[in-house]
Each structure stands twice: as C-alpha cells, then as structure tokens.
C-alpha cells in the first residue's frame, strides 16, 4: 500500500530533507584530493548530533556507514574508509540519509574531485538531467511508470544504461515504504500518483553496460565492466502545486543539484 502524508507530515519530512540537503552540500566543499571518505563520514555523524538526527543508513541491516561512498565504478553503498583516499579526477557518490521525529529524508549526488575528464563531467550532467526530468513527471494524476520512463529515456539516449538491481523507493515513516520506483518502466503504465505521495527518486548511471557486481564487502555495488557510474537522489512529494523537492531549501530554484 502507498501511503499518503498529510501537509504536517509533509513538514516533518521537509524538516529531515533539510538535514540531508545540508550535510551533502558541506561535504560537497570538503571534497578534495586526499581526503579518506571516512572523513566524510565522521562530518555527516558530527552534523546529524548537532542537528538532532539520527544518521538513517547506520545499522541498516548492518551497514556500517552513516553516509555511502562510491568512487568511479563503484555504483552504490561504497562503505567509508580511512584507507580510501580521494584522487584527483575520481568522481564520487554520496548518498545520506536521516530520521527526524520519525520520518526520513534521502539524497544523494555525484561531484567531480578537482578536475576530471569530460566524458565524466558529461556523465554526471546527464545524471543531473536525468533526476530533473524524473522528478517533473511527479504530479497528480501522472503514473509511476512516467517517472521511470523518463529517467530510463533520458539515460539512454545520451548513450549511457540503467541499473535495474537498485530502485528508488516510497520514503516517510520507514526509509522504504512502496512503491519500488524503478529507473526503467513504460510511460502510461503503474499506479497513479496522489497528492501526499513521496518518493525517493534516483537514477543509477552506468557509462558501460548495466550490469553489476557486489565486492567482496558485501555492500560496495560495481560496474561489471568496469565503466563509470553516477547516482543522484531526492526525496520528492507529490502536490497540487507540482513537485515538492523535500531535500533543498524550500526556496531554491535552477539546477536540482
Ligand atoms: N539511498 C539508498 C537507499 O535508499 C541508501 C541505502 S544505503 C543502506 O536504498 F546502507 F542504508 F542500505
Ligand atoms: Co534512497
């Protein structure tokens, strides 16, 4: 069952996406060469004390991370490490997430780490896009299978290929909530989308083909071949007024990252 949040509820998880949205865009000017993603970590434990909230992927089905950390081919749920050092040209994925008062907020973005290849910029763009035309197919009325379309549309006509073993996902009480939001469907297809509706909309990008393999870990999600990967996240609420981007500033305009 999709559950709907009243406009309070939509608040609260407005109020847990501030958190996240704040963590990832100071991360975001800590990125450097040199810096261990583990550093990264340790900032997102620190920010979540001071802000009153409880790092949500911490523990889950014992992930031993508050913040994932995927370097280049790696596509999700890189485990932060002091061993891992950031180098220059690396791109890097860090996905967050937080329970306030009970309701969850989730995000993720890709960054360049000091100067990189254009083909990654290109790829990190395309990702960007792509995640903006998902997150405008969330209106009243629309299908969940506009949503995947679009993101799956976008990412291969620019050439690139979708993850299927990753999905977005429902998000308020519980990080996971239905419905799956997969980033491959038909236009017109799945079930309507509500007022009060909130998904966790994020496209995982491959540069090569989809395919994907778990590291030893456990965790750390690859590229079969190798090829580059990308991943941009936002909690997004269903409204009359259009799409409610809950993991940025109520305010903010222009490009969603
Ligand atoms: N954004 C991811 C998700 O929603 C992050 C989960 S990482 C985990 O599934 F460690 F918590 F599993
Ligand atoms: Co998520």
Redesign the pocket.
């Given at each position: 069952m999709v559950i709907c949040k009243s406009p309070a509820e939509l608040e609260k998880m407005h109020r847990a996406g501030l958190i996240v949205w704040g963590a990832l865009e100071k991360m975001r000017e800590m990125v450097r060469p040199g810096l261990s993603t583990k550093e990264l970590d340790q900032f997102a434990e620190k920010y979540c004390a001071e802000h009153k909230a409880r790092p949500?992927?911490?523990g889950?089905?014992g992930?031993p991370?508050s913040v994932?950390t995927s370097i280049n081919k790696e596509v999700?749920?890189g485990i932060p490490s002091p061993s891992r050092k950031l180098r220059e040209g690396d791109i890097l994925s860090m996905?967050?997430?937080v329970e306030v008062e009970g309701y969850y907020g989730?995000?993720?973005l890709t960054v360049p780490v000091g100067k990189i290849a254009p083909e990654r910029e290109k790829l990190l763009r395309v990702t960007r896009e792509t995640l903006e035309r998902a997150i405008d197919k969330v209106r009243p009325g629309n299908r969940l299978g506009d949503v995947s379309s679009a993101v799956q549309e976008w990412v291969e006509k620019n050439g690139y290929s979708v993850v299927r073993e990753?999905v977005?996902?429902g998000?308020g009480t519980k990080?996971?909530e239905e419905p799956q939001v997969p980033n491959y469907g038909s236009a017109g297809h799945g079930p309507r989308l509500q007022e009060g509706m909130v998904l966790?909309i994020?496209p995982m990008v491959n540069s090569g083909s989809p395919e994907v393999r778990l590291l030893d870990d456990e965790?750390t999600a690859v590229t079969a071949d190798g090829s580059d990967s990308a991943h941009f996240?936002h909690t997004v609420a269903v409204t009359n007024n259009g799409p409610w981007i809950l993991t940025r500033p109520r305010e903010a305009t222009g490009p969603v990252w």
């Open positions: 949500a992927f911490k889950y089905r992930y991370g994932c999700v749920h996905d967050f997430g989730d995000a993720a990753f977005g996902h998000i990080m996971h966790a994020e965790w996240e």
